[in-house]
């Protein structure tokens, strides 16, 4: 039977089937024997001397035919199912233990890459500072730098090309999420864009709504008349009219694909134009003269149930 350890680390559940002797197989674990094999009653058997380690004694008695046999199946079920998740509960114990390790050393690298950027960067401290404080200017990298430096991280100054982007980007976010154009003006709201990078400039609220809107717009002309002019087949071409809650004459106009994709052209104020048959064939004449201009092939026009538009046809 084992001996009651004096001292140092309590017995772990495995040791009261093995024998445990004073002889030390090395520096931590004395010499254990299985009970189950001292006590098998065959000569020709010779009793394997292991380190009472919990791993070691563990696996022996997993795979001891002489233990096994000491128990009926029910006892043995129990036994080898602890056995087994004691096995599962040191995996995972090595997984997270190899897991902190790398996090170690994903933590020094790191350590290693801010050590190098601020010796080459001796201003890089300003950087850091200007996040939690607006009266320190920050230092911006003028460069892209790889994806796989820590540079590529660190704000940067905005080239002509990324500026309008952004601008762009804020103009889409303001129409989409329906916000007023005096929003980039809010002091709450600069506060969010600059603590998310000092880099990005917001523009004014009269930029917004002018230049910026202005040129994006273009764009996007330029961008539907490319596709417009690409058409093999030929357009169809909807003309649509209305009133707006102010009262005026709305002419929309919209273009339609051979492959049923809808483009909506413009919106036209001919609130000064008499509504008459006279007037909406000039209209369309004028409009049709414009897109031949433009390359546009169209070989269809659908108009609204108005009478002037009625006459015109």
């Known amino acids: 039977m084992s001996k009651k350890p004096h001292g140092g680390k309590p017995p772990h559940k495995w040791t009261s089937y093995f024998y445990i002797s004073d002889e030390k ?23 394997e001397e292991m380190n009472n380690k919990r791993e070691r004694c563990r696996n022996h008695l997993k795979d001891c035919s002489r233990f096994k046999a000491q128990f009926n199946e029910e006892e043995w079920a129990s036994i080898y199912a602890s056995i087994l998740q004691e096995q599962e509960e040191d995996r995972q114990k090595r997984l997270e233990k190899t897991r902190g390790k790398k996090r170690l050393r994903e933590n020094d690298n790191d350590n290693q890459d801010v050590t190098s950027l601020v010796s080459t960067l001796p201003s890089i401290n300003s950087t850091f500072t200007s996040l939690s404080t607006q009266s320190i200017q920050p230092t911006f990298l003028d460069t892209q730098p790889s994806n796989d430096s820590i540079l590529f991280y660190m704000p940067r100054r905005l080239t002509t090309e990324s500026t309008k982007h952004w601008y762009n980007l804020v103009l889409r976010a303001t129409v989409s999420c329906g916000w007023p154009f005096r929003w980039v003006e809010n002091d709450e709201a600069r506060e969010m864009i600059r603590f998310a990078n000092p880099s990005l400039p917001l523009p004014s609220r009269k930029n917004l709504a002018g230049s910026i809107l202005e040129d994006t717009a273009k764009d996007i002309k330029l961008s539907l008349e490319s596709i417009a002019q690409s058409e093999k087949i030929g357009l169809t071409v909807a003309f649509d009219g209305w009133k707006n809650v102010v009262k005026q004459s709305i002419l929309g106009t919209v273009i339609i694909t051979s492959s049923g994709r809808s483009i909506v052209w413009e919106a036209k104020d001919i609130s000064a134009e008499r509504s008459r048959s006279e007037e909406a064939i000039n209209q369309i004449e004028t409009w049709l003269d414009e897109s031949k201009k433009k390359g546009l092939k169209i070989i269809c026009i659908v108009t609204d149930s108005a009478g002037a538009y009625t006459a015109a046809r």
């Open 25 to 47: 197989r090395n520096k931590t674990y004395k010499t254990a024997k299985c009970l189950a094999c001292i006590n098998a009653n065959d000569s020709s058997l010779i009793v």
